[in-house]
């Protein structure tokens, strides 16, 4: 019999056989569902009691600021309490939250819980990814990760699906709230079936504490000063201007230019989201296979341009079926900038700053969504859905060429391309 120790890498097979990560794991999957189904029905739901572009506008720009106010933040709280307390309780507040929006008629509380919502998921997302690593070995902690981000892909296909059914069924966006309800309620009862280990001393204690503000600053510095950041930052903030002008002009559309019943416009909504991430998982699942063989450059720069020459189309007056296909064609043009600049960011940060450089970057990009979904609300208002649309592809066909000039985009990626070959040949 031989002795040999086997030293096979760990894989998801090992990930599925920890009973508290899949736990963990099921339970937000059902909970993402959810919040999946209320992302469509909100905006439909706000516009339907308005008719007003403005207020549609303030739904996503309440949305953002929780996340402006909290999200920098939130990470050094759950840091200092108990985590199992914070998933259950928070999971609990949203779902009476939730609740609440299905029997509110008024404009004004419903912005009031959305806020409130926001705010409860800005605390949840940092104690959700601090507690994997207490429940999952050490080795496990990338393939788990992995797993997480799948299954939350996959959702976001699923999910508009799923709305436009609610919606059928139902004759409207309402019930999507109630389906969500029960699915926080599954998730603290997923949350309740798992076994903690104990909190262990934590490990700054004793340590003198950080300012907040401090900590902040540094991340601010750091991405200021380095090339690859810069310009990748800059990308994300133009991406988060236009995603807000892609959100606000399709609900417009779909209401204003497509002739519908609510009701058929509201399917028709949810299949705009549903294509627009469908066409994102095509283009990040090609994109992660030819890794090695495509130009960051080519990817980044040329998917902006090509997906706000897509947004041009809106000038020809697509309908229904049409609209679905060049939503889904620019989702697909949307993700070369998607994977490398994610990987540009994990590549370019050491990992002793990469926590404070990723809360900066977050909040700006809160902060550029809040700005964007205001203009947003006010051109679309004034002008017209088309119009709305129009200047946002205008807006990527001009700015991408223009920050790439501005901040040495080409030579920035260039020498961190050449890097990433050189390290792909060496390990042939």
């Not at 919040?35 to 207020?55: E, M, N, R």
């Not at 900590?215 to 810069?230: D, I, N, P, Q, Y």
Request: glycine share 8%.
């Amino acid at each position: 019999m031989s002795n040999t120790t086997s030293t096979a890498a760990p894989g998801f097979r090992d990930v599925i056989s920890n009973r508290n990560y899949v736990w963990l794991w099921l339970g937000q999957t059902i909970s993402q569902i959810g919040d999946s189904l209320t992302i469509v029905a909100v905006p439909l739901l706000v516009y339907a009691l308005t008719q007003s572009a403005t207020s549609l506008t303030l739904t996503f720009v309440i949305e953002s600021l929780p996340w402006i106010l909290i999200g920098p933040f939130a990470g050094v709280l759950i840091d200092r309490i108990n985590r199992r307390t914070v998933l259950i309780w928070v999971d609990l507040l949203r779902a009476l939250i939730v609740a609440a929006i299905f029997f509110s008629h008024s404009v004004s509380l419903i912005y009031v819980m959305i806020f409130l919502s926001q705010t409860l998921a800005a605390v949840f997302a940092p104690a959700r990814s601090a507690v994997i690593p207490e429940l999952i070995e050490r080795d496990l902690y990338v393939k788990a990760i992995s797993l997480s981000q799948s299954s939350f892909q996959t959702v976001q296909i699923l999910g508009p699906f799923l709305a436009t059914g609610v919606i059928t069924l139902f004759g409207g966006p309402r019930a999507s709230f109630l389906v969500d309800t029960v699915t926080f309620l599954a998730a603290v009862s997923c949350t309740m079936m798992i076994r903690f280990p104990k909190q262990s001393v934590k490990a700054n204690a004793g340590q003198p504490k950080v300012s907040f503000f401090k900590s902040f600053g540094e991340g601010t510095a750091f991405l200021v000063k380095h090339k690859v950041l810069r310009y990748v930052t800059a990308i994300n903030l133009l991406k988060a201007v236009t995603q807000s002008v892609i959100l606000v002009s399709s609900v417009l559309y779909v209401k204003t230019q497509l002739q519908m019943s609510e009701q058929d416009s509201d399917r028709v909504y949810g299949l705009v989201v549903a294509a627009t991430a469908i066409g994102i998982i095509l283009g990040t699942t090609l994109i992660g296979i030819l890794d090695k063989k495509l130009d960051r450059r080519f990817l980044i720069i040329g998917g902006l341009m090509l997906q706000g020459a897509t947004f041009l189309l809106i000038q020809f007056q697509p309908g229904a079926l049409a609209l679905i296909l060049m939503y889904g064609f620019s989702g697909f043009c949307a993700s070369g900038a998607l994977t490398p600049v994610s990987a540009c960011f994990a590549e370019s940060t050491p990992n002793e700053v990469r926590g404070r450089v990723y809360s900066v970057v977050n909040s700006v990009i809160r902060i550029a969504l809040a700005i964007g979904y205001s203009a947003a609300g006010l051109v679309g208002a004034q002008y017209g859905a088309v119009a709305l649309l129009t200047y946002g592809g205008i807006l990527l066909l001009v700015a991408t060429p223009i920050l790439t000039l501005l901040l040495q985009g080409i030579s920035a990626l260039q020498t961190k391309q050449a890097v990433v070959n050189q390290t792909a040949t060496s390990a042939k």
